[in-house]
């Protein structure tokens, strides 16, 4: 019962590839994939790249030619719900692609065969990556360097559930940000984060029947200072959370 892990950028899985056991590096269609073992279970971890294709081909692969159990999305998000912040972790309850517009012929937002625009993720597997996301931000390991302006630690860390948007597009100013959380509020969906890939995975395990969960951390507020949050947050603390977050999923997942 093999468990991907899958993240778009290496730094977004810290330093798993390098705790792996008994390594093995498989190429294939232009993506390495390390198998190995992490706290005793079997393990998959692979690059997507950025955005919606390159992370529906991925996660395909994972499910046609590894035959994985369940697929697991770590990495990080711009944080666009009332209350996200810097340093928060959202965990998704569902997906949305918030650049699907196929009106009038269906609703706006709606996934064309599939009568739904939110894909949502597996509850068991949801919860417990929750809990474990939750148990490291409230233990002492959890937290920012307070020496480093960019990601000084302005408030006690919290992890949320709810809904993540996914588009082809890094949204990185408050006038794009905030019309996108005014016209999906408007529609009934209460969004706490954006990003580029996780709906294209959510839609693949769907199609595959694979369960899927996927926790963001919040990098920046999808705002006019994004593009320069993001690479510091995604090397010095994105990265350390993946690793503590992905060990707690591992150890609630060999109980």
């Known amino acids: 019962m093999t468990t991907a892990i899958l993240s778009a950028l290496p730094e977004e899985q810290g330093g798993l590839v390098q705790a792996l056991q008994a390594p093995e590096c498989i190429t294939h269609a232009g993506r390495s994939f390390w198998r190995g073992r ?3 279970q079997p393990v998959l971890l692979a690059l997507s790249g950025i955005g919606k294709v390159a992370a529906a081909t991925t996660a395909t692969l994972l499910a046609e030619r590894f035959g994985v159990a369940r697929i697991v999305f770590t990495g990080v998000a711009g944080g666009l719900g009332d209350g996200v912040q810097v340093g928060d972790v959202v ?3 569902d997906f949305l692609q918030h650049d699907m517009d196929a009106s009038p012929i269906f609703p706006r937002w709606e996934v064309p065969g599939y009568g739904l625009a939110r894909m949502p993720c597996d509850a068991a597997l949801t919860t417990m990556l929750f809990e474990a996301a939750n148990a490291y931000l409230t233990s002492d390991r959890a937290g920012f360097d307070p020496k480093n302006p960019v990601i000084a630690h302005r408030h006690p860390a919290r992890a949320h559930q709810g809904l993540i948007v996914s588009g082809d597009r890094f949204v990185s100013t408050s006038a794009e940000s905030a019309a996108l959380r005014q016209a999906l509020g408007a529609a009934g969906h209460q969004v706490l ?3 580029m890939e996780g ?16 926790v963001r951390t919040i990098s920046d507020r999808a705002d006019d200072s994004a593009h320069v949050d993001f690479p ?3 090397r010095h603390v994105a990265s350390r959370y993946a690793d503590h977050i992905i060990q707690g999923l591992l150890q609630s997942l060999s109980k």
Not at 199 to 213: E, H, I, K, S, T
């Open 38 to 40: 992490l706290l005793g």
């Open 91 to 93: 965990v998704a309850q």
């Open 193 to 195: 984060a954006v990003e």
């Open 199 to 214: 709906a294209a995975v959510a839609q693949v395990c769907r199609d595959y029947g694979l369960p899927f969960a996927a």
């Open 232 to 234: 510091h947050f995604v």
